[in-house]
């Protein structure tokens, strides 16, 4: 067997086409452009190219994109009044704080402070409880963007058994919620679950989010099952420099499922382009439209 690959790449295209689309909508019908704020805090590489991938596709599909770098040694009072700013702005529908934050500011804190309904992240425990108990909420991005390729996929997921290895409140715990609000029978796993293999073996579905390169082989997928990587591991090459893996072995993967994810190019762009379908979604509600079809949980 030789498992259908997933294409994030071309699913997430396809996302910000119809993100697009919505936007376009908005301002012909309505006179408002969703608009995404950004803040930035220090100068962490990695957390750089990310803020500018996000502004550029923000800009892309017509949105407002507003960007606050601030010096790493900013004070909490000072980067919480101006999330304050951002919430009492009615130009910005989406907030988002780039983590990681430096070690002198409080996270929880942070993020606790966005107003909920412009929490595109889907972090703020407002949000957590929305989705905990069912009811409309801003879905964290990544965990969002799984599920819409799960569906795309398989059409109606009700019934079937998904396992999801990894219990972070960012992946693992939110993916939890969204398949059984899907109707699928989910098992939590993580690094501390007894006989790992044999729970993983059960399952239609596998979402792997635990952070270690390469822990699922092959031989722990069921034949024909669904496999979608959420990792991003870096490690070294034989021949010198480093390649980017997931936390399945793909190759072993690949040769039993039916379907699954690459790394990169799989679950990595979906996740900015479900950031750019939460400030549409954001937008909508704050103006009391109905969220677009096909873009939400």
């Not at 220090?42 to 601030?70: C, N």
């Not at 993916?175 to 699928?184: I, N, R, V």
């Not at 796993?189 to 729970?199: G, M």
Request: aromatic letters at 2%; hydrophobic letters at 40%; glycine letters at 10%.
């Amino acid at each position: 067997m030789s498992a259908t690959v997933i294409d994030g790449k071309a699913f997430a295209a396809k996302v910000r086409g119809q993100v697009a689309t919505h936007v376009t909508a908005l301002k012909q019908d309505h006179g408002i452009t969703p608009g995404l704020a950004v803040v930035l805090v220090g100068e962490d590489p990695a957390s750089q190219v990310y803020v500018r991938s996000k502004g550029k596709m923000t800009v892309e599909v017509g949105m407002k994109s507003v960007e606050h770098k601030l010096d790493a040694d900013t004070s909490e009072a000072d980067l919480l009044a101006l999330i304050q700013k951002l919430n009492d702005d009615a130009e910005i529908h989406g907030i988002l704080v780039q983590l990681p934050l430096p070690d002198h500011l409080d996270e929880d804190l942070v993020i606790n402070s966005i107003d909920p309904a412009k929490d595109v992240d889907g972090f703020h425990i407002s949000n957590v409880g929305l989705l905990g108990t069912g009811q409309d909420s801003m879905v964290p991005c990544t965990p969002l963007g799984c599920l819409m390729m799960l569906r795309d996929h398989h059409g109606s997921l009700s019934g079937m058994d998904a396992v999801v290895i990894g219990r972070s409140n960012i992946v693992g715990k939110p993916m939890a919620q969204l398949l059984l609000g899907d109707s699928c029978t989910v098992t939590i796993a993580h690094s501390r679950t007894k006989d790992l293999a044999e729970v993983v073996r059960r399952a239609d579905i596998v979402v792997a989010a635990v952070g270690r390169p390469q822990m699922v082989p092959g031989d722990w997928i069921k034949p024909g099952a669904t496999v979608i990587d959420v990792g991003i591991n870096r490690i070294d090459k034989p021949e010198g420099g480093t390649r980017l893996v997931g936390d399945v072995d793909y190759e072993s993967c690949a040769a039993v499922a039916g379907a699954i994810t690459p790394v990169p190019g799989g679950v990595g762009p979906m996740t900015i382009a479900c950031l750019l379908a939460n400030t549409v979604t954001a937008c909508c509600r704050a103006n009391g439209l109905p969220a677009p079809e096909g873009l939400t949980a």
